[in-house]
Structure formats: C-alpha cells, structure tokens
C-alpha cells in the first residue's frame, strides 16, 4: 500500500496528532519491539494514553490502557512460571466479551503462544473435538461454560473466571520480552454445515490492514466503541485489532440484549457500534431510547444483510451503517457505506483500497459485469491455511471465498450465498438469498430462510422457514403467490413452514442442519 495514502489515512482519523515527544517515542518503540500484534497493539496503546479507559464491561468493571497492559503481562507471566505455558503452545479461550478474554489473549502473544478462539455455541461433543484437533495446552473459559467442559480429557488444565483472577494477582515479578515466534490468533469457521476449522489469522505487518478499514468505515482516534460481535469471531475480533490501534474506549457486554445495548450506547457516549445484522434487526424491535445514541458508526458484517433492514435502520438512527462483507479465510473483501446501502440495500459494497476483487467461472476466467462468478479476493490478511494443514483454492494471488456473486455496472458487490448453497430444482440455479429477501419484506415477516430439499421429482425443491412478528398471521398460498408474482415459477417454496425463531449460532448465521431437522 503507498505511504502517501497511509500517511493521508492516518492524519485524517486522528492518529498522527502531535503529542508528548515522549510518550510518542514510547509508542512507536513499542511497535517497533513488538510488532503490529495484539501485544503489540496495546502496547503503544498504553505507551500513548496510559490512563485513558480502555474497557469499560457491563458490571461496571473500567480499566485504563495501563492497568489492562498490567493484567495481560501478569497473566502471561504467571501462565509461564506456574502452568509451564510457552511459545508454540495452543490455549483455547471459550469467553464472551469482556475484559478477561481480551487480557487472555494478549497475554498469549505476549509469549508467542497460539490462542484458538472457540465459539461460546459449540456443544460439549463439538468442544472436545476442537480440543482434540487443536492439541489444546490449556482451556481459559467463563464459569458459565463449567459444565460443557466436564468431558474434556482430564490431562487438559482449566482455568474458570477465579482461577484467572487468582493466576492474575499472584504472579510475580519478571521480565517479558519479544518472543521467537509469533503467536498466531486461530479463529474457528462458523461451523454452520459441520464440525469448526480453525483458521489461522496473520499477524499484520504494519498499517496497512488498519488504513485499509477506516479509509471507508471513519473510525477516528479515542473513539468510544461497543463491540456487540462476539468477539472470538473473525469480525468481533477485527473490531478489537482496530479499537487497540485507535486507543478507542470499548464497551462490552457479555450477551446482547437490545435494550440493554441501546441504554449503554447512550450512557458511555459510544461513537460506534460494531454488531452482525440481526443484532441490528433487534435493534429496530425495540423503542428507541430519547434521546439517540451519538451513533457515526454502525458497522456491521459476519452474515448477509436482509431485504430492506439498510434503509430501515438507517431511517430511524440517520446513515451511519456500514456493511463489511469477508470471512474468515480473507477477512475483508468490500465494505457498503451508507449511500451504497441507500441505493442498493443488499450490496456488500466496493473494495477497499488496496484489495482485488474478481468474479470468475469455473475455469479461473473473469465473467462479466451482471454474470454471477466465484468471488476471489486477495489483501494482505488472507488466511495463513486451516490448522488440518487444508487451505483454499487460489488464482493469481486471490483466494476463494466459496461464495457467488455478481458486479453490476457501478462496481458494486453482490453476494447470492456460498456455492454449495445454491439450490438446483429442476435443472434450474436458484439462489436462497433472492427468495429470502422477498419473503422479508413481507410486514408479517420477522425473519425469514430458505433451503433445499430432496425431492423425488425435481431433484430438490425450495423449503421456507417463515418466523412472523407477534400476533401476524400468514397463509402459505398467499406466500407462495407473492413469490410467484415477483420470481420466476422455479424460485416459489413447495414448502412454507411457521417456525417461533430461525436458529442462528453466536454470529448470526442460520444453522441451515437445524432447519433440515424438519425432514428427518
């Protein structure tokens, strides 16, 4: 990326502002020493702003960069001398958002070991098997998390919430320096279709990744952010590399809860929020407080947005919605701001600086603007390979995302879903997200989804998956013909069913394997 650009970012959003001479020195050796890692981050965090807040959690708990940088090394230091931890290791971390799984983390790069983030919604069976394939040292978890962990190996230590706190205070006194090796960051694939794979992130190498986010998404310097999005996702987790550079205070709640999220928007003041979208779908099901949340940003990414939720949001809280379409093998790979939301609601938006995007077809060729491809992309944080030693097809430097989509004449992004979601009913493509949009504009729709089938005639047919507002009825014909008055005869479900809820896992994917629970 040219340093013309970097350096322009960069003053734009409040990070080249002058400061003390030696605080400055402080920072930027911290980067030079430690590199653009998480230790790293927070390191020149705390070298700039010591006493600025950095976490602020829901039960009241304020920590300052200095005294979050403090638990981190003690951490890393006690894990070291009393649990025998060291460079190479892999610890899994099972948390939810707040102050101790960020301090975790940390102090695991701290020392060159591995973190593998696990997701809070794997059962007890899936848990065993990531510790399994993990080859986990240790298992830092909340207490919440006690009982799903019963079953793993014995040999496997434990830490719970007290027993943290306890390696925490009781460390002693010693010296960290930069380890050999750095300590990758492993996130785990939202397992919709089966068991995680864990993908192993890359460590930035320098401003790049950070320029290349807030160039589109006007992130600044000190801001105030809640991070909604779990974080042991591949979004949340991107939203905790950029508050760190920022030196931005960030809010966390363990659960989301709408209200709960709007009340502490307001009472800290936040100038952002990053979420997935149905948390922001909830938003919008709840009365908005008075008066608004300072809201310049609302960042969302990690599942598609639904038919018409852009302009709706956008309506009641103004256009501070941007939409990040990636994933955890290519983290990022174009970003809707507010006027491409205004005038496409469903668009993933354009590249940003820095990153190609193609559309190809199956012989690696470039297919037309309007034609649906294979999306490729290519940045500098593709994926470093799952941990199974496994990795993605490649063409040219860009790595495949294992989605569809199109670009139309203005260079926006459209994403119809992952590849081997596409329906074939009757010798006929069709593309759930089409039909999901219509059925969620629908005023009796809450959410909706649609899958495929096996059926004995057409080889598969549609199945939609209809949540209703409270209250509303639906009557499947009327469903039907209202798809069939918009979409050709081949996109109309065969089936319709009334569910209370869609199941989603912890990131807001719907869980389509619960959905075929239907059919047996």
Not at 233 to 239: D, P, V
Request: charged content about 25%.
């Amino acid at each position: 990326m040219d340093l013309p650009f970097i350096v322009a970012t960069l003053t734009r959003r409040g990070l080249l502002t002058p400061g003390s001479p030696i605080r400055v020195a402080s920072q930027l050796n911290a980067l030079r020493t430690w590199g653009w890692s998480l230790a790293g981050e927070l390191r020149q965090a705390a070298a700039r702003d010591p006493d600025r807040p950095a976490v602020i959690d829901e039960n009241g708990v304020e920590l300052t960069y200095h005294d979050l940088l403090d638990r981190a090394e003690r951490m890393a230091r006690a894990m070291r001398a009393g649990l025998g931890v060291q460079a190479g290791d892999r610890i899994g971390v099972l948390c939810r958002n707040h102050h101790g799984l960020i301090e975790t983390i940390v102090a695991a790069t701290l020392l060159g070991v591995d973190a593998v983030l696990v997701n809070t919604g794997l059962s007890a069976a899936q848990l065993g098997t990531v510790a399994e394939e993990q080859r986990l040292r240790l298992l830092v978890h909340d207490d919440e998390f006690a009982e799903r962990v019963l079953g793993l190996p014995a040999e496997l230590p434990r830490l719970d919430e007290r027993a943290r706190e306890e390696l925490v205070a009781g460390a002693l006194p010693g010296d960290l320096h930069p380890p050999e090796r750095d300590g990758r960051i492993i996130v785990l694939t939202s397992g919709t279709t089966g068991t995680p794979k864990g993908a192993r992130r890359p460590t930035p190498g320098g401003f790049g990744p950070l320029v290349s986010i807030i160039d589109r998404i006007p992130l600044h310097a000190r801001d105030r952010v809640m991070i909604a999005a779990p974080i042991f996702h591949t979004w949340g987790f991107a939203a905790l590399q950029v508050c760190l550079a920022l030196r931005a205070t960030i809010v966390l709640h363990r659960r989301f809860d709408p209200t709960a999220t709007l009340a502490a928007l307001t009472a800290h003041r936040c100038d952002a929020l990053f979420a997935v979208p149905v948390m922001v779908q909830r938003l919008l099901e709840v009365p908005p407080p008075d008066p608004r949340p300072p809201l310049k940003v609302v960042a969302v990414s990690g599942s598609a947005l639904p038919g018409g939720l852009a302009p709706k949001f956008m309506d009641a809280y103004g256009d501070v919605l941007y939409n990040l379409y990636g994933s955890t093998e290519v983290s990022w790979a174009s970003i809707a701001d507010p006027q491409d939301l205004r005038q496409a609601p469903t668009t993933a938006g354009r590249p940003p600086h820095g990153t190609r995007l193609e559309m190809l077809d199956e012989d690696g060729q470039p297919v037309p603007d309007g034609r649906v491809g294979r999306i490729f992309v290519g940045n500098e944080m593709l994926f470093e390979g799952y941990t199974s030693g496994a990795s993605r097809e490649t063409h040219d430097g860009l790595l495949d995302t294992g989605d569809l989509g199109r670009l139309n004449a203005d260079g926006l992004l459209f994403v119809d879903g992952r590849a081997d979601d596409m329906i074939v009913s009757g010798g006929e493509n069709v593309f759930p997200s089409e039909v999901e949009d219509l059925l969620a504009q629908l005023p009796q729709v809450r959410e909706a989804a649609v899958i495929g089938v096996p059926d004995p005639e057409y080889g598969q047919r549609l199945s939609a998956f209809l949540a209703l507002h409270p209250g509303e009825t639906l009557d499947p014909e009327a469903v039907r013909e209202y798809v069939r008055h918009f979409l050709a005869r081949f996109s109309v479900p065969r089936d319709v069913i009334f569910v209370k809820y869609l199941p989603r896992n912890a990131t807001g994917k719907v869980l389509a394997r619960e959905l075929r629970r239907y059919y047996g």
